[in-house]
């Protein structure tokens, strides 16, 4: 079995910082991509950021310049760090991971259970 432990939401004031971390634990032989997601009231969930094992990044243009994911493959953790926070970034933050295990013998995507994150003065 594979868990994706998300941790660091919180209530912060516009303009205020947070950083979420999401750790992979379980009979993991790989990880592939990473990358975090969220999903507001009434809406889809949607893409933030994402991370390759080798590092490239990819951003929602409305994160770009604000967000920053990064990972630590040696702790199988990915992180996003979020300054200049807005009312809109309101939302409940997904961690996702592309893992090969013992187990399933091919990459299958999982998923975190979800950090709340809520901008409000």
């Known amino acids: 079995q594979v868990q994706l432990v998300e941790s660091g939401g919180g209530l912060v004031q516009p303009g205020g910082s947070l950083r979420l971390s999401c750790a992979a634990s379980g009979s993991i032989v790989s990880i592939n991509a990473m990358g975090w997601y969220r999903q507001a009231p009434g809406k889809q969930r949607e893409l933030v950021a994402t991370?390759?094992?080798?590092?490239?990044?990819n951003y929602a243009d409305s994160v770009k310049g604000r967000f920053t994911i990064s990972r630590d493959n040696a702790k199988n953790t990915v992180y996003l760090q979020m300054n200049s926070l807005k009312p809109e970034d309101t939302a409940v933050y997904y961690c996702?991971?592309?893992?090969?295990?013992?187990?399933?013998?091919?990459?299958?995507?999982?998923w975190g259970q979800g950090t709340q994150v809520t901008v409000s003065s």
């Open positions: 996702n991971a592309n893992i090969y295990t013992h187990r399933t013998l091919r990459y299958r995507d999982y």
């Open positions: 991370i390759t094992s080798g590092g490239s990044t």
